[in-house]
């Protein structure tokens, strides 16, 4: 029995998710394909993600494929309860989130959604697969294979998989160039400056904008920063990383120096504690903190905390400010948690039809392949990164060459020199 805050949004929900599916044309048709070769019968699929219009269509697509489907939230904040509603109400899918739970709720969701005894999983972040090995030991031998998207869960998984504690083989989705290179760098690097302008309705031209972390949401987001006008610096612990900013010509500072500089932090690092008390201490009056990595672990939420000696909660929307007492403020935006979610709509449709065209057909693949795969990470078939690359561009009606036969036999051949 699914839980959601409000049925009667559904409305609201369908309408919302079929103007996202407008712009998901890569979907679209792999929905249509499976309806027509139903690749998942009978399977059963409990998904932790975050629940939104673009995630609908890949809810729907795996249906259209046969599958039976239990999702809970992969984020508190994230929830967007009219379109968990439609996925009910409209959609058949068994749903458990509602916004703005507890930590105590949200773990309750996957709970729920683990007893429904999948046969597959698809998770964002890695807390799911951490509840089968750790909580829900007792489900490990039904689960056959699992997916993840996002670059915190796969750090997770394979740690996991070094210490010999993964149980079944998982796909990291996050990996193909068409979900990290595309999702990662412009989805992210959009929706975070739109929940950033949107939370606090800040002038970006001008400012000085800290960027830490220069994976490829780094660089998604120092590249639209520098287009609306900001001075970017970013912040690095990989030398070849913090060259390339370099290279492209990013001031790169330690956190220590940045910290007097900036007048929006923004992390996105996968590792904790990323702004810490020491660079609270030397801040700006006025800076706005916000993180776009998956937890809120990267800016030290505890320590602004304890720095403050007042809070006003919601002076705007998902908008905190922390007095301290010399005087200065700092504005939290979205509790430390995910800013292009939480205070957003997250990543634009049209982006995110490649990251979930990738999970559909990656659940079809291991349909059939999973019994061939050890209990450890593996990548996406190149084939399935290939094919979303081709329908993608066949949908924006753009063409590119082909090899001729002379050509192909070139690039196999050993024998031809100069």
């Known amino acids: 029995m699914s839980d959601i805050a409000d049925r009667s949004l559904a409305y609201e929900g369908v309408k919302r998710i079929e103007w996202a599916d407008r712009s998901m044309p890569v979907l679209r048709q792999i929905r249509e394909r499976f309806a027509a070769e139903r690749p998942l019968d009978g399977v059963k699929v409990a998904a932790c993600m975050h629940i939104t219009t673009e995630t609908a269509g890949l809810i729907r697509t795996l249906q259209a494929g046969g599958a039976s489907v ?105 990996d193909t160039d068409t979900k990290h290179m595309f999702d990662n760098r412009y989805g992210t690097g959009q929706s975070t400056l739109d929940g950033i302008v949107r939370a606090t309705n800040t002038l970006l031209a001008g400012k000085t904008v800290v960027i830490a972390g220069f994976g490829y949401c780094g660089r998604g987001l120092a590249e639209r920063a520098r287009g609306l006008g900001a001075r970017v610096v970013v912040t690095e612990i990989d030398p070849v990383k913090a060259l390339d900013a370099t290279m492209q010509g990013f001031a790169v500072r330690p956190m220590a120096e940045a910290a007097v500089e900036g007048d929006v932090f923004i992390t996105v690092t996968g590792n904790r504690d990323v702004v810490n008390a020491d660079h609270l201490a030397v801040m700006k009056d006025g800076a706005i903190l916000a993180n776009s990595g998956h937890f809120d672990v990267e800016i030290d939420v505890r320590a602004l905390s304890d720095m403050a000696v007042e809070v006003h909660h919601g002076i705007r929307p998902q908008t905190d400010e922390y007095v301290l007492a010399d005087g200065r403020r700092l504005v939290l935006l979205a509790e430390g948690r995910l800013v292009n979610l939480a205070a957003a709509e997250g990543h634009p449709a049209a982006v995110m039809d490649m990251s979930f065209a990738d999970q559909a057909l990656t659940c079809a693949w291991l349909a059939t392949s999973h019994a061939s795969l050890s209990p450890a990470v593996h990548d996406v078939p190149k084939e399935i990164d290939t094919e979303v690359a081709r329908l993608k561009l066949a949908s924006m009606s753009v063409s590119i060459d082909l090899l001729t036969p002379d050509q192909e036999d070139y690039l196999h051949s050993w024998r031809i020199g100069s």
């Open 70 to 174: 239990a999702l809970a939230a992969s984020n508190p904040l994230s929830t967007q309860d009219d379109t968990a509603a439609a996925l009910v109400e409209e959609y058949g899918a068994e749903v458990f989130a509602r916004a703005g739970t507890d930590r105590e709720g949200y773990y309750a969701h996957i709970h729920q959604a683990l007893e429904t005894g999948p046969d597959f999983v698809l998770d964002d972040g890695c807390d799911l697969v951490n509840t089968l090995h750790t909580d829900r030991t007792d489900l490990l031998g039904t689960v056959k294979a699992g997916c993840e998207q996002t670059t915190t869960g796969v750090i997770r998984l394979h740690q996991m998989a070094r210490e010999g504690a993964l149980k079944f083989p998982v796909v990291a989705v996050n």
